[in-house]
């Protein structure tokens, strides 16, 4: 298992993503566990993107229910197709929001949370979980967000689910 993570400040958004999530593969690789690999996973893209919140939801029956996440004290439980991450779970997508305040029916868990991407985990057309991952910057996530976050998101489906 590796302890210590390696991602250059001074890279690109896409350059510390193609550098971080290698890195994730192998701090995971050998345990069998969901909730100690969302932690560490969490904990390395909190580190390694310099995130303001990220972490899981855990779909457990109507209700998202907090898992594993690094940040602010968060909300515990999201209704079906409530908020950002209860929309992008109902919706089986991934949703950015340039600025959470003109999200209808957004779910403010942190007033400091100004932006927001929630990227679902899909296995055999089932959503298990989504990622979520909020900025205290406006408009802070976009297409390279989406595209390393979605692999990730298949990865985790296809590997640890």
Same mark, same amino acid.
């Given at each position: 298992?590796?302890?210590?993570?390696?991602?250059?400040?001074?890279?690109?958004?896409?350059?510390?993503?193609?550098?971080?999530?290698?890195?994730?593969?192998?701090?995971?690789?050998?345990?069998?566990?969901?909730?100690?690999?969302?932690?560490?996973?969490?904990?390395?893209?909190?580190?390694?993107?310099?995130?303001?919140?990220?972490?899981?939801?855990?779909?457990?029956?109507?209700?998202?229910?907090?898992?594993? @996440?690094? #940040?602010? =004290? /968060? +909300?515990?439980?999201?209704?079906?197709?409530?908020? %950002?991450?209860?929309?992008?779970?109902? &919706?089986?997508?991934?949703?950015?929001?340039?600025?959470?305040?003109? @999200?209808? #029916?957004? =779910? /403010? +868990?942190?007033?400091?949370?100004?932006?927001?991407? %929630?990227?679902?985990?899909?296995?055999? &057309?089932?959503?298990?979980?989504?990622?979520?991952?909020?900025?205290?910057?406006?408009?802070?996530?976009?297409?390279?967000?989406?595209?390393?976050?979605?692999?990730?998101?298949?990865?985790?489906?296809?590997?640890?689910?």
């Amino acid at each position: 298992m590796a302890e210590t993570l390696f991602v250059d400040t001074a890279l690109s958004k896409a350059e510390k993503y193609a550098v971080l999530l290698p890195q994730i593969k192998t701090l995971t690789e050998g345990e069998p566990d969901l909730i100690a690999n969302l932690a560490n996973i969490a904990a390395a893209l909190k580190q390694g993107m310099d995130f303001f919140w990220v972490g899981f939801y855990l779909v457990k029956g109507k209700e998202l229910v907090l898992g594993p @996440f690094q #940040g602010t =004290i /968060a +909300c515990t439980r999201i209704p079906f197709g409530k908020g %950002v991450c209860g929309y992008a779970w109902q &919706q089986a997508k991934t949703v950015i929001v340039p600025d959470v305040e003109q @999200f209808p #029916g957004h =779910i /403010a +868990c942190s007033s400091l949370s100004r932006s927001e991407i %929630v990227v679902p985990v899909i296995k055999n &057309q089932e959503v298990l979980m989504v990622l979520d991952v909020d900025s205290t910057q406006l408009n802070d996530y976009d297409e390279t967000d989406r595209f390393y976050l979605e692999n990730l998101a298949r990865w985790i489906a296809d590997k640890l689910c």
